[in-house]
């Protein structure tokens, strides 16, 4: 089946440490991205990939880090820099000819207390 | 103001109504648009997308757009209970390089059966 996995779907962390969150494709689509959504508000972009080895800030990248290694993964690592890393995570993937459409993988609920 | 506007809901409709549902956005030279159902606790689903004036129909869903006044709206017809969610619009602004979406914050709608 074609889609996009997130990996785990809960994640519990203390305070202090680093976490990664998994993104996995396997549609073939060149752009990646990486949403937080906070409780009753919209998705706010941290980080995009259109291609293999590059990758750009969002609106929220501050904290936040990732690599693009390969085509179909997009780890993005929480740092204890982020003050406020609380949220629901989401990747979303989009084919080059058709970037604005993204689809979405499943989530990730990462909860630092 | 905001880029891309909506409003927060709830919007209540009785089974088999139409919901109509409106945005609006900032960016007059935006190209691309797109509505996202979001379910409670789960990721966005692409449902509709638009790029030209006018309505453009999928099964019981129109989508909208009105580019002279910067409105975007998407109708429902037949209402289901099945399509209580949060639904997210999604605007791709000209200035923006990377193929990046802007999303509202959503509008909550509650169908009763």
């Known amino acids: 089946d074609g889609g996009i996995t997130q990996s785990p779907k809960y994640l519990f962390r203390k305070e202090g440490q680093n976490v990664t969150l998994s993104c996995e494709q396997n549609?073939?689509?060149?752009?990646m991205y990486w949403y937080r959504q906070d409780p009753g508000q919209g998705l706010r972009l941290i980080y995009y990939?259109?291609?293999?080895?590059?990758?750009q800030k969002g609106d929220i990248a501050e904290g936040y880090s990732v690599s693009r290694e390969k085509k179909e993964s997009f780890p993005l690592t929480v740092t204890s820099a982020q003050k406020n890393p609380t949220a629901f995570y989401l990747c979303?993937?989009?084919?080059?000819?058709?970037?604005?459409?993204?689809?979405f993988g499943p989530g990730t609920r990462l909860t630092v207390t | 103001q905001k880029e891309v506007e909506q409003n927060s809901g709830p919007l209540s409709v009785p089974e088999g109504a139409i919901a109509s549902l409106n945005c609006t956005y900032s960016?007059?030279?935006?190209?691309?648009f797109f509505w996202y159902r979001q379910y409670s606790g789960k990721s966005p689903e692409l449902i509709m997308f638009?790029?030209?004036?006018g309505d453009k129909e999928d099964g019981r869903f129109t989508a909208q757009l009105n580019k002279a006044s910067q409105y975007v709206s998407l109708l429902i017809r037949d209402s289901q209970p099945s399509d209580s969610a949060t639904y997210l619009c999604?605007?791709?602004?000209?200035?923006?390089?990377?193929?990046?979406?802007?999303f509202g914050a959503g509008t909550i709608l509650r169908v009763k059966s």
């Open positions: 999604a605007v791709n602004p000209v200035r923006e390089y990377g193929n990046k979406l802007v």
């Open positions: 990939s259109q291609i293999v080895n590059d990758f």
């Open positions: 549609l073939n689509h060149d752009a």
């Open positions: 638009i790029y030209s004036n």
């Open positions: 960016d007059r030279g935006s190209q691309s």
């Open positions: 979303a993937s989009a084919t080059s000819g058709r970037s604005y459409e993204q689809y």
